[in-house]
């Protein structure tokens, strides 16, 4: 299986971008039964995890992005999606999609970079 992130790039403070990760090989039943999470990596630091949804829907995040950010899936077309608003610098960084359980490698990332 293969995660290819899309959807990055340049915007200023308060903007939005919206992610869009795709699971290929991946067959429809077993994407279906996945938690997938969104992370984010700034450089020199750990990859930190943004937000999580389960296989039933349900969402977490961490508190930096609360009340700001959106996950969703649609489990149909193999993705799961990241809309961010309200953009601040200290959000810049190559983010990740990733089945939260482990198993399947780590897709190549988007480039979110985030001016002041």
């Known amino acids: 299986v293969q995660l290819q992130a899309s959807g990055g790039g340049l915007v200023q403070a308060g903007g939005s971008l919206r992610l869009s990760c795709r699971a290929t090989?991946?067959?429809?039943?077993?994407?279906?039964?996945?938690?997938m999470g969104w992370y984010r990596q700034a450089p020199g630091q750990q990859r930190e995890l943004v937000a999580v949804?389960?296989?039933?829907?349900?969402?977490n995040y961490a508190d930096s992005v609360k009340g700001r950010f959106t996950i969703s899936r649609d489990n149909g077309k193999k993705t799961v999606s990241l809309q961010m608003n309200s953009l601040k610098p200290e959000d810049t960084g190559t983010y990740y999609c990733?089945?939260?359980?482990?198993?399947?490698?780590w897709g190549q990332g988007t480039q979110v970079t985030v001016s002041s």
């Open positions: 090989g991946s067959i429809f039943s077993v994407f279906r039964g996945k938690d």
């Open positions: 990733k089945d939260f359980q482990g198993g399947w490698d």
């Open positions: 949804i389960s296989s039933g829907g349900t969402t």
